[in-house]
């Protein structure tokens, strides 16, 4: 349904996180991702105080769940730095570099000195408990979208498994270098809210040093409406689902002033604020319901919570989303960790009768406008989701609450954490201030790379590609490393590099994880050399490379360990004879016919060993002379 986003009152705000492809932030661990480990630890983090005495929100509501963290360091990406056992080096000259040119190409303003702060996270997600994060730039402008800030922070950690009281993360993520860029809340349509992140994204791929994949790149937006308020949809990691997620937070905040206008038409529904929990175990003792039976199996009860004048306004599944419902569920479960509840509305189902139902709310002396919640499970963890339903419920009543959520595959969230504020940010002690002087801005303003439509228009005219494989390699950031190969390579070798870029390294990723990573362009450049300089043909440059990258050493090396080597012409005219004797029975049926069976032999048993077109040549050269004269 089209919708008139400018009566709306439509603000939306975007952040773009994107890893850099230098080394860690703040030691010299490569950014890259390994699934070995060789140290395992444990931590349990607690929230700090502010400078002026104040605790952040989101800290307190993950301090509640009170879990354990257990972090898994690897071999060649981890260090003491990232065990928080050693502290942080200097910060990396080459990110800030990679940062200063995105801040002069969007017309950003560098800030005199470099100040490093911690942000207080205490998911888990950083053994310090805090992010750090450093101010690079501010007021820019993309068309009519101003850029409020560019900061240069830390990734995260990366969760790997997720269990009762426990999260484990890996090491290897924490560190790389991201680049965060925050726009003003000028967006005011969820189409441009896609343009920007593309226009952002492609000035961050012309600096050609960050790093691609999934995950390596992601979106946050902040969308508000008139009445509503500010809400912040984190991992939106596809540029085609912005516009998708702006669009349903907008259906969803619209919902839930509906559902406001109806609680404050009916009297006595802010009742809900001093609403006690009832024990309706005793009730429940022979239900047939079979996740209620469980719970009381288990020891646990069935606590239920009065809704006064919510009756028919939670809703249920069947009417899809947004409904306020699943807003009391997803409180429920992030502040307990309950897998879910029962509401009226939805009720009776689940295995709870009609007369269970009239029961619990003879019980807890609902009328005709009142609903009820039940949770049954252990009961410190029961008062714990009631008590996030109740505070969701009253939150209900003045509108839209402002919060984190987590965006989900479908384009629609759901609720992560209240939304942070500036008592998570206090300054890093560890960390020396880094002076950016005019004369270093001066030499990063004379080292700024094309754009990428500059480039692509460029290479288009230099070099033999066609013009689609320079539009893939221009836009997939390629374009510096393509040129740079070929510049030692010599033009004559720009379609073959090309088609390793392309072609081979995709096709090896599904071989090897990260093998792109794996594959720099050291590696590259020797397995192509070797090539030019006739260690082996060009078609056993996939075999090279996923040897390479499985198992490290020279280009050289890895043909040797799986048996290549170029051979010569006179060699492949013996392999070939001796394919035409064992093939002479079809040969004599066929005859110049048996040029493309042969060849299918042919290339089947000396691909990698010698050129293709060489092997060609020769099959035609000595299946003709076999045929003799027509």
Known sequence: MARDWKQLGLKVGLEIHQQLDTPKLFCRCPSALEDEHRVAFTRRLRPTQSELGEVDP??????????????????????????DEEPPHRIAAEAVEVGLQFALLTGMQPVDELHTMRKLVIDGSNTTGFQRTAMLAMRGQVGEVGLDTLCLEEDSARPVEKKTGEVTYR??????????????????????????????????????????????????????????????IKGV????????????????????????????????????????LEDLTSRFQATKAGIVQGALKANGVVLALKLPGFAGLIGTKAQGWPRLGAELADYARVAAGVKGIFHSDELPGYGITEAEVADARAVLACQEHDAFVLVACPRGQAERALEAVRSRAWKALQGVPEETR????????????????RARMYPETDVPP??????????????????????EARMAKEYSVGKDEVHTLVRAGDGPLFERLVKELGKEQDKLVARVLLQTLPELDKLV??????????????????VKQGVYAKEALPRVLQEMAERGGSARDAARRIGLGAMGEEQVRQAVRSLLDRQAKLVQERGERAMGPLMGDAMAELRGKADGQLISKVVREELLARLGPS
């Open 171 to 232: 090491l290897d993520r924490l560190g790389i270098p991201l680049l965060e860029v925050a726009t003003a809340p000028d967006i005011k349509t969820p189409e441009q809210a896609r343009q920007v992140a593309e226009h952002l994204g492609m000035v961050l791929r012309s600096t050609g040093r960050v790093r691609r994949g999934l995950g390596t790149i992601r979106q946050d937006l902040n969308v508000s409406i008139a009445g509503g308020a500010r809400v912040e």
């Open 406 to 421: 987590d965006m989900l595959e479908d384009g629609t969230s759901q609720y992560s954490r209240p939304l942070p504020g």
């Open 237 to 276: 990691q596809q540029l085609d689902l912005l516009a998708t997620a702006v669009e349903r937070e907008v259906e969803r905040q619209l919902k839930m002033l509906e559902v406001r206008a109806q609680l404050q038409a009916r009297p006595g529904s802010d009742a809900v604020a001093k609403m006690p």
């Open 58 to 83: 989101a800290a307190l509501a993950e301090a509640a769940k009170k879990l354990g963290f257990r972090y898994l360091a690897g071999h060649a990406t981890s260090c003491l730095v990232e065990m």
């Open 513 to 530: 994880p990260e093998a792109h990573h794996r594959v720099g362009e050291a590696m590259l450049l020797d397995a192509l050399l070797a």
């Open 434 to 455: 880094l002076p950016l002087p005019a004369a270093r801005i001066a030499e990063a303003r004379q080292r700024l790379p094309e754009l990428l439509p500059a480039r």
